[in-house]
């Protein structure tokens, strides 16, 4: 039902900037939950924002004051802003979308995920 595409990504020196973007297609009135994920070479995939439809965020606590998380009011672009980044923050970024009211009517409570974008901050 939601097909997800991020972009944005780079390689980018520590201390610098990326904004990522996540665009949602399918036949969706809306999408509930929209969030950000990243997963590090070796390491399990990680929550890093999320952002309800009514607008409620949370983040993780290593990228607070760093990281801001948007999206459109039409709720179908994802947008996370990225500042000072570390070496740390190296890794793929995912999009994530939860909680579709289909076109049609019913409601998905699956997670869908996009492809994810790299993110290479260098020291």
């Known amino acids: 039902q939601v097909h997800l595409v991020e972009s944005g990504g780079g390689l980018v020196q520590a201390g610098g900037s990326l904004r990522l973007s996540c665009t949602a297609s399918?036949?969706?009135?809306?999408?509930?939950?929209m969030a950000w994920y990243r997963q590090a070479p070796g390491k399990q995939r990680e929550f890093v924002a999320s952002?309800?439809?009514?607008?409620?965020?949370e983040y993780v606590d290593s990228v607070k004051n760093r990281f801001t998380i948007s999206r459109t009011s039409a709720g179908n672009t994802l947008y996370l802003e990225m500042h000072s980044l570390k070496p740390d923050d190296t890794a793929v970024y995912f999009c994530?979308?939860?909680?579709?009211?289909?076109?049609?009517?019913?409601?998905?409570?699956?997670?869908?995920w996009g492809q994810g974008t790299q993110v290479t901050v260098s020291s």
């Open positions: 399918g036949s969706f009135s809306y999408i509930e939950d």
């Open positions: 952002i309800t439809r009514g607008g409620r965020i």
């Open positions: 994530s979308a939860e909680g579709v009211r289909s076109s049609a009517g019913p409601y998905y409570a699956n997670q869908y």
